[in-house]
């Protein structure tokens, strides 16, 4: 039961990428989608494991630590994503365990990824997060610091793979995700990591080329 709707559900959320996609003349191929598997156990992420899903995002580096590896272990290939805000006492740790890191957004979280990226030999890809909306109570690097931000993290020889947002709650997200498209074209790097359950068929119509979803994966959080 719990594994059919788990299924359902993905190929639901797979369908409305594509046909998002082909509504943009995009090729749905070109759209990741990242599972977010926040606050879910193991035995409610295994039935998506099961369906194909091989991609996954966390919010928090203790969650993940306590439930990816033995996952991982019985399902090698699997890719993880941190999605939430990273402290940088926290880098070593992320570098271990994530393979893409989408909050990247100050100098100090540079410098401390870079750090631990070289004592580890081990490259997550990085997206610099924007707060879009220059909403004072959210992550994200200010729109107008984005180009500074961009040359440190270059500087350090970070493994930049594009920009992430999440914008403001209950407004049109729209022109959200065109203005994190434009400062992409801008500015590079040209991944755009956004769109998330109630709005990723707009995003991918936009440019998004990794979507993060999980309530309409999962159900809803508790
Ligand atoms: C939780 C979370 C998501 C997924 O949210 P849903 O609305 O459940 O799809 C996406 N991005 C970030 C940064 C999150 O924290």
């Not at 070109?30 to 194909?52: E, F």
């Not at 890719?79 to 100090?108: C, W, Y």
């Not at 074209?185 to 709005?199: I, T």
Request: proline share 7%.
């Amino acid at each position: 039961m719990l594994t059919d709707d788990a299924s359902q559900r993905l190929t639901q959320v797979r369908d409305d990428i594509a046909h998002a996609a082909r509504i943009a003349d995009r090729k749905p191929e070109a759209v990741t989608l990242i599972a977010v598997s926040k606050t879910h156990d193991a035995d409610a992420i295994r039935p998506l494991i099961a369906a194909g899903q091989r991609v996954f995002g966390e919010n928090r580096v203790q969650e993940a630590e306590a439930k990816w590896p033995a996952l991982r272990e019985e399902t090698p290939g699997i890719e993880l994503h941190l999605v939430g805000q990273l402290q940088s006492n926290k880098a070593e740790e992320a570098v271990t365990l994530f393979d893409a890191i989408h909050s990247v957004d100050r100098e100090s979280l540079v410098t401390a990824l870079a750090k631990a990226m070289d004592k580890q030999g081990r490259r997550p890809a990085c997206f610099l997060q924007v707060n879009i909306g220059d909403e004072p109570q959210k992550g994200g690097c200010p729109v107008a610091e984005l180009p500074k931000l961009i040359e440190q993290a270059r500087a350090a020889d970070l493994p930049l793979a594009g920009l992430m947002c999440v914008p403001p709650l209950e407004v049109e997200p729209a022109p959200y995700f065109a203005l994190l498209a434009k400062l992409a074209r801008d500015h590079g790097p040209g991944g755009l990591s956004m769109g998330m359950s109630s709005d990723f068929p707009t995003a991918v119509t936009i440019g998004a080329t990794h979507v993060r979803v999980g309530s309409a994966l999962f159900g809803a959080r508790a």
